[in-house]
């Protein structure tokens, strides 16, 4: 039995507290909060402990849940990871490329697991498009969110750009080359709305844009490559593929086109997208992990890479501003 403990019950906190109930192998003996009116509900309703400190709730775990604020991030892992525990810790890994860079060394050191809650790589229309064969030339990227002051300690890079960049660093086989980026702060003290251009030794280009200031939701990522196009609802959970047919493709709907090098014939196939639910799904990976000392699906270092790109295209907003 693995006994965990989370800290951070707020919103998404409290997401992870429903899903940790449900996981077979796993007692969950208590959370840490500051919050006492998050305490109180959480200890009310879920019949848990609340510990007094966050050194008491380390020590009666094997593995911790960091649900936090991104500027806790470091403390909470770095008391667990010297203690010898495995830790789970929600996106970005840590606050500064510092605090990150020390947290990769020392679970190394430790020899502990450490997973970083990038939770797109366990939805299940990204799980769909991965059956497939993926080396894009061309990714173009849109995740737009209503505003809401939950989050807002962070850029929306941060917030939500991170997660389509760890995404993106997941499935190309090529270092970044180049970053561009402009980004504007509309209703907080850091950017609400950015677009980014991101290069790809191997010639693969990336633009994304993120808001938290829009009328409406969406997350799509939308990827070329030869032959063949592969569109991914994130919101809605809906996969598309367009691509040349081959006689591998059997049971999709078809039709010709002509082009100046004669008739094609396109296949359209929308593969099936499984009902799950990705955050159980990426805490029963966590578990795993640990259980049958396998690597975790979205390391300390995937988590370092998306911080990197997403502090260089901060690096770039900023000196973009300082230009104007």
């Not at 010898?84 to 606050?95: D, I, Q, R, S, Y």
């Not at 000392?293 to 300082?322: C, R, W, Y």
Request: glycine fraction near 4%; charged fraction near 25%; charge should be neutral.
């Amino acid at each position: 039995m693995l006994n965990i403990g989370v800290f951070g019950v707020g919103h998404l906190g409290k997401f992870h507290l429903n899903n940790w109930q449900e996981i077979e192998g796993v007692k969950l003996v208590g959370f840490y909060d500051p919050n006492d009116a998050n305490a109180k509900e959480v200890a009310e309703k879920y019949g848990l402990k609340r510990f007094s400190t966050a050194d008491k709730l380390i020590d009666a775990c094997d593995a911790i849940d960091v649900v936090a604020p991104t500027d806790q991030h470091f403390t909470m892992c770095e008391k667990a990871i010297r203690k010898g525990k495995h830790v789970f810790v929600e996106k970005p890994l840590a606050n500064t490329m510092d605090e990150g860079k020390l947290l990769v060394s020392m679970v190394k050191e430790a020899n502990v697991k450490m997973q970083v809650g990038h939770v797109e790589r366990f939805n299940p229309a990204f799980i769909a498009a991965k059956n497939i064969k993926l080396n894009p030339m061309f990714i173009e990227v849109h995740r737009l969110a209503q505003f809401n002051p939950r989050g807002t300690e962070v850029s929306v890079i941060l917030d939500l750009m991170i997660h389509d960049i760890d995404i993106i660093l997941s499935i190309m086989n090529s270092d970044v080359k180049s970053v561009s980026a402009s980004g504007v702060a509309v209703l907080t003290d850091t950017p609400d709305i950015a677009n980014v251009r991101i290069e790809f030794n191997n010639g693969c280009v990336a633009n994304l844009t993120s808001s938290r200031i829009s009328m409406k939701k969406m997350r799509k990522m939308r990827l070329f490559q030869k032959d063949s196009y592969i569109g991914i609802d994130f919101l809605e959970k809906k996969t598309e593929i367009i691509k040349l047919k081959t006689e591998a493709d059997e049971n999709v709907f078809a039709f010709d086109i002509e082009t100046h090098i004669g008739k094609r014939t396109i296949a359209v196939a929308n593969p099936v997208v499984k009902n799950v639910n990705a955050i159980k799904l990426e805490l029963e990976a966590f578990v795993d992990s640990i259980l049958n000392n396998k690597p975790t699906i979205v390391s300390e270092i995937d988590g370092f890479l998306a911080m990197e790109v997403a502090h260089q295209i901060l690096d770039k907003i900023n000196n973009t501003k300082k230009l104007a």
